[in-house]
């Protein structure tokens, strides 16, 4: 029995989500990008697609489970179960106008031509709000289209935003903040829920040590309480005698959020030899 797990050929996601499997363990046979490859060590295979395809690939049942954009998902209104977000490959969904238009509210957007690849969450935005306009889809280089006369505005992907500004256009209302999905067919068989299990048990412990850092120090003893005060960790640090009379080695794992802080506080309360180490894998 295998898990199936249809994944991005190319674009945003893929870099992410291959990194993600590997950092799961889940390395493939092999390393040409065919359509489908059987993992080594796991019983899954990955079938690669374009993210547009992905949702109905799961909801069909050609694949089990999925990643994907969460944008992609929402638009495609296919019918499957959102197992986890997976906290990468954020973006959001915006509407942008040339950068020269003045824009005081939505209703700029009244009458006007919006080129798109998402027509079903534009559609639904614009009714919220009580707009009309003409929706015009188009599937790629929806940006360029004011440029040259297609549309008077744009609904698109903006991440870093560098495409808008390259097109002179400037992001008046975002409508959606999108990020990686994990989904999955609403009807897996036993076996196939108890391989996802395993794999949310791996992405989960991937997740958890990527936003903490293991951390050791040397601290005079007359400062220990309040160091470890300092050191919010699992349980409790690990403390060991130094060879030197009045100081000891603690260890312990941080919060990446609170690196700064808790390193600054630590160097005040004398504590030296701070050493940060990135921490693989951490199972709670
Ligand atoms: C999206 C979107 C923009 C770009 C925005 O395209 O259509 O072109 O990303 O990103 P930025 O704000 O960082 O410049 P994507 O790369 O997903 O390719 P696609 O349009 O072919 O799906
Ligand atoms: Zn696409």
Redesign the pocket.
């Given at each position: 029995m295998t898990l199936r797990i249809a994944v991005q050929s190319k674009?945003?996601l893929f870099e992410e989500t291959m990194e993600l499997l590997q950092e799961a363990g889940i390395k493939l046979n092999n390393k040409k990008r065919t359509l489908l490859i059987p993992a080594k060590g796991f019983p899954i295979e990955v079938l690669f697609l374009r993210?547009d395809d992905i949702p109905q690939a799961v909801a069909t049942g050609v694949a089990d489970i999925g990643i994907v954009g969460e944008n992609e998902f929402v638009e495609k209104k296919e019918d499957a179960d959102i197992i986890k977000r997976l906290g990468f490959s954020s973006?959001r969904l915006s509407l942008a106008i040339p950068k020269d238009e003045n824009y005081k509210d939505i209703t700029w957007f009244e009458g006007k031509k919006i080129a798109t690849?998402y027509p079903f969450i534009l559609k639904q935005f614009l009714k919220k709000s009580n707009i009309t306009s003409d929706i015009h889809v188009i599937t790629?280089?929806?940006?360029i289209s004011p440029s040259i006369g297609l549309a008077d505005a744009i609904f698109?992907?903006?991440?870093?935003?560098?495409?808008?500004?390259?097109n002179r256009l400037k992001e008046v209302e975002v409508v959606m903040q999108s990020e990686a999905i994990l989904i999955a067919n609403k009807t897996l068989s036993k076996e196939k829920q108890c391989i996802l299990n395993d794999l949310i048990f791996r992405i989960e412990s991937v997740q958890t040590a990527s936003d903490k850092k293991y951390i050791m120090l040397n601290a005079p003893s007359e400062k220990l309480q309040e160091i470890i005060d300092v050191l919010p960790g699992m349980k409790s640090p690990t403390v060991t005698p130094l060879a030197t009379d009045g100081w000891c080695s603690v260890q312990s794992v941080i919060d990446d959020k609170r690196f700064w802080e808790v390193i600054s506080r630590l160097k005040a309360l004398g504590a030296e030899g701070i050493i940060v180490l990135p921490i693989e894998k951490m199972i709670l």
């Amino acid at each position: 029995m295998t898990l199936r797990i249809a994944v991005q050929s190319k674009g945003r996601l893929f870099e992410e989500t291959m990194e993600l499997l590997q950092e799961a363990g889940i390395k493939l046979n092999n390393k040409k990008r065919t359509l489908l490859i059987p993992a080594k060590g796991f019983p899954i295979e990955v079938l690669f697609l374009r993210d547009d395809d992905i949702p109905q690939a799961v909801a069909t049942g050609v694949a089990d489970i999925g990643i994907v954009g969460e944008n992609e998902f929402v638009e495609k209104k296919e019918d499957a179960d959102i197992i986890k977000r997976l906290g990468f490959s954020s973006c959001r969904l915006s509407l942008a106008i040339p950068k020269d238009e003045n824009y005081k509210d939505i209703t700029w957007f009244e009458g006007k031509k919006i080129a798109t690849s998402y027509p079903f969450i534009l559609k639904q935005f614009l009714k919220k709000s009580n707009i009309t306009s003409d929706i015009h889809v188009i599937t790629g280089s929806v940006e360029i289209s004011p440029s040259i006369g297609l549309a008077d505005a744009i609904f698109d992907i903006v991440s870093s935003g560098g495409t808008l500004v390259s097109n002179r256009l400037k992001e008046v209302e975002v409508v959606m903040q999108s990020e990686a999905i994990l989904i999955a067919n609403k009807t897996l068989s036993k076996e196939k829920q108890c391989i996802l299990n395993d794999l949310i048990f791996r992405i989960e412990s991937v997740q958890t040590a990527s936003d903490k850092k293991y951390i050791m120090l040397n601290a005079p003893s007359e400062k220990l309480q309040e160091i470890i005060d300092v050191l919010p960790g699992m349980k409790s640090p690990t403390v060991t005698p130094l060879a030197t009379d009045g100081w000891c080695s603690v260890q312990s794992v941080i919060d990446d959020k609170r690196f700064w802080e808790v390193i600054s506080r630590l160097k005040a309360l004398g504590a030296e030899g701070i050493i940060v180490l990135p921490i693989e894998k951490m199972i709670l």
